[in-house]
């Protein structure tokens, strides 16, 4: 887009304006170049995309260590600011701490971390097992995030999971009110409610100063001009949406293939090759070959 957000300082601008700060979920550096395409002004590193990609729930099993190394990736191909999902936060408030150095070095421009137990159990799951820590303990590990950011635009941005684990909505911002006083730019308020009233009761409630993230996966009829109508939310985050695609589209030319018994009827149907080699920036490499190989 025309106002594309080009790095940490012009993120933490973008909110602090008041606009609203549309984030794509990607699994990998191609789908972080097809998010910047497309016109989004971040890119959600999901854990969940990740943990999927690797054919694996999302449990904390995927290593800080291989999601850093996704984040680098990203931040290598795609000049989007990165809001990492670090989940727990890979432990208590010192794993925190060493998080934090790694994730800001890495090039992201904002964490979000949540406030369950590890291992966490992710949450869109019907009937998952939801542990939450102490709010004193978490406002910690926010207070610990916090005290080590180096660059002031970094965003350390509080996920409270009382919904999503059933506590109900005065714990909700009671949480909430805590991780803002302990530091948090932003709190993300996550509900797995099929509509969106929750976490609209929740917007209306809120008293705190700093602006809410949310990531309406389950609730898909908070569009932007509804949220936009809320008030308060600063960042719509698409939380699954771009390993969703990539399994419709990749059963789809999977299935087709086998049917017609070849590929020569999808052939037309797909980007040719060519694409790929554009996004894979072929066109630089010949123009070395040209400089270069003499
Ligand atoms: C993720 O994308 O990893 C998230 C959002 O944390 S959710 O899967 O809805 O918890
Ligand atoms: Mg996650």
Redesign the pocket.
């Given at each position: 887009g025309a106002s594309t957000l080009t790095s940490r300082a012009s993120l933490r601008a973008h909110i602090c304006a008041g606009h609203l700060a549309h984030v794509m979920?990607a699994h990998s550096p191609l789908s972080a170049i097809l998010a910047e395409e497309a016109g989004f002004d971040g890119i959600?590193a999901?854990?969940?995309?990740?943990?999927a990609l690797y054919g694996l729930p999302?449990v904390s099993l995927v290593s800080m260590t291989r999601h850093l190394d996704m984040v680098r990736s990203m931040a290598e191909q795609s000049s989007l600011p990165i809001i990492a999902?670090i989940?727990t936060g890979f432990g208590n408030a010192i794993n925190v701490i060493y998080a934090i150095e790694q994730y800001e070095r890495a090039g992201a421009a904002a964490v979000?971390i949540?406030d369950k137990a590890f291992p966490k159990v992710?949450?869109?799951l019907a009937d998952g097992r939801q542990e939450l820590i102490r709010t004193e303990e978490f406002a910690g590990k926010i207070r610990a995030a916090v005290a080590t950011r180096a660059d002031a635009d970094f965003l350390v941005i509080a996920?409270t999971e009382a919904l999503?684990a059933g506590l109900g909505e005065a714990e909700a911002l009671k949480r909430a009110r805590a991780y803002e006083e302990a530091g948090a730019d932003m709190i993300l308020i996550?509900s797995?409610r099929k509509t969106p009233d929750e976490v609209e009761s929740f917007v209306r409630a809120w008293r705190g100063e700093v602006p809410i993230v949310i990531?309406p996966?389950?609730y898909p009829e908070m569009n932007e001009s509804r949220i936009r109508a809320l008030g308060k939310i600063a960042m719509v985050?698409y939380?699954?949406h771009a390993i969703r695609a990539a399994v419709t589209a990749m059963k789809d030319v999977f299935t087709r293939i086998r049917a017609d018994g070849g590929i020569h009827r999808i052939d037309p149907e797909i980007v040719p090759v060519e694409e790929i080699f554009r996004l894979q920036k072929m066109d630089a490499v010949k123009a070395n070959e040209d400089r270069f190989l003499w």
């Open positions: 979920a959600w999901s854990g969940f995309e990740l943990s999302d999902d989940d979000v949540e992710t949450s869109l996920r999503i996550h797995k990531v996966t389950a985050i939380g699954n």
